[in-house]
């Protein structure tokens, strides 16, 4: 089992910055991929970014060149930095693991962008 503690999240102003955690627990050594899954109303999770094995990265385009991902082997934490946030990046965001074949899921936090 894994349990995934996301921290970070609120409002903020359009160009404005935040910074989200997610904190791995348990069985973790089954863990391949961690990242962030942003949800806006009335929409379907998807894939904001994604970090594996070796550090390798991924984005969605609309995403690419404002937010980061990185993570703390150490403390069992991935970050994600966002930057320059859009009204249109309101959502929750999810954190997320998988380790075939499981998917794990965080409780979500809430990013409101709005002046």
């Known amino acids: 089992q894994v349990r995934l503690v996301e921290s970070g999240g609120g409002l903020v102003q359009p160009g404005g910055s935040l910074r989200h955690a997610c904190a791995a627990g348990?069985?973790?050594?089954?863990?391949?991929?961690m990242g962030w899954y942003g949800q806006a109303p009335g929409n379907a999770r998807e894939l904001v970014a994604a970090?594996?094995?070796?550090?390798?990265?991924n984005y969605t385009d609309s995403v690419k060149g404002r937010i980061t991902i990185s993570s703390d082997d150490a403390k069992k934490t991935v970050y994600l930095q966002m930057n320059s946030l859009k009204p249109e990046d309101t959502a929750v965001y999810y954190c997320?693991?998988?380790?075939?074949?499981?998917?794990?899921w965080g409780q979500g936090t809430q990013v409101t962008v709005s002046s």
């Open positions: 997320h693991a998988y380790g075939y074949p499981y998917n794990y």
């Open positions: 348990g069985r973790l050594v089954s863990i391949s991929t």
């Open positions: 970090i594996a094995g070796g550090g390798r990265t």
